[in-house]
């Protein structure tokens, strides 16, 4: 899977400012003449910060939809559907950033429960863990945020499923990594 070009990387953080934009002002988007990599099938999160704090993220973790279609997808969601916070509001658009993370398919990690915080590479691998009729993500730059190791690492990811710290050791619960390339509006 191809990597975005910096250039291609402003233009996700354009359409997901865009997406945003238009949906808390109760419009639709409709998609911009693209990059053909842009109707290409990846995973995708929209980070919404406002003076440094979450404000909302959503996104679609497989390639199911097109790149394009997944980013508005994605934007409008975190802005308007994220249950941890109230929907942006028009007063606050001019305070936000945005963060565009594409993502690569996410993979099974290949080794004994015991063995996973040694799979595990902080900054690198975001990780999905599921069992237990439940599942939860952390994008790869949480575990840099909050100076996390593998081991804390996998524990968040299971508290971010509903499930107990240490759950990764289990056989039935699997643990998934994944990379993603970041885009951030600031560095727009």
């Given at each position: 899977?191809?990597?975005?070009?910096?250039?291609?990387?402003?233009?996700?953080?354009?359409?997901?400012?865009?997406?945003?934009?238009?949906?808390?002002?109760?419009?639709?988007?409709?998609?911009?003449?693209?990059?053909?990599?842009?109707?290409?099938?990846?995973?995708?999160?929209?980070?919404?910060k406002r003076?440094?704090?979450?404000?909302?993220?959503?996104?679609?973790?497989?390639?199911?939809?097109?790149?394009g279609d997944?980013?508005?997808?994605?934007?409008?969601?975190?802005?308007?559907?994220?249950?941890?916070?109230?929907?942006?509001?028009?007063?606050?658009?001019?305070?936000?950033?945005?963060?565009?993370?594409?993502?690569?398919?996410?993979?099974?990690?290949?080794?004994?429960?015991?063995?996973?915080?040694?799979?595990?590479?902080?900054?690198?691998?975001?990780?999905?863990?599921?069992?237990?009729?439940?599942?939860?993500?952390?994008?790869?730059?949480?575990?840099?945020?909050?100076?996390?190791?593998?081991?804390?690492?996998?524990?968040?990811?299971?508290?971010?499923?509903?499930?107990?710290?240490?759950?990764?050791?289990?056989?039935?619960?699997?643990?998934?990594?994944?990379?993603?390339?970041?885009?951030?509006?600031?560095?727009?």
């Amino acid at each position: 899977m191809e990597m975005l070009t910096p250039e291609e990387g402003r233009t996700a953080v354009r359409l997901a400012r865009s997406a945003v934009e238009k949906a808390v002002n109760g419009e639709r988007t409709t998609l911009p003449a693209l990059p053909p990599v842009f109707g290409e099938k990846r995973g995708v999160f929209v980070t919404i910060k406002r003076e440094g704090s979450l404000r909302g993220c959503i996104g679609l973790p497989y390639p199911i939809r097109p790149l394009g279609d997944a980013i508005v997808e994605a934007a409008v969601s975190a802005a308007l559907e994220d249950p941890r916070f109230l929907p942006v509001s028009r007063s606050e658009l001019a305070d936000l950033d945005l963060e565009v993370t594409v993502l690569t398919v996410p993979r099974p990690l290949e080794c004994p429960p015991e063995e996973r915080p040694g799979c595990v590479e902080v900054g690198k691998h975001g990780l999905i863990v599921s069992g237990l009729g439940t599942g939860g993500l952390l994008l790869p730059q949480v575990a840099t945020e909050y100076g996390w190791d593998s081991r804390e690492f996998l524990d968040q990811t299971c508290i971010k499923a509903g499930l107990r710290p240490g759950y990764w050791k289990r056989d039935d619960v699997a643990v998934q990594t994944f990379e993603g390339q970041i885009f951030e509006e600031k560095a727009v």
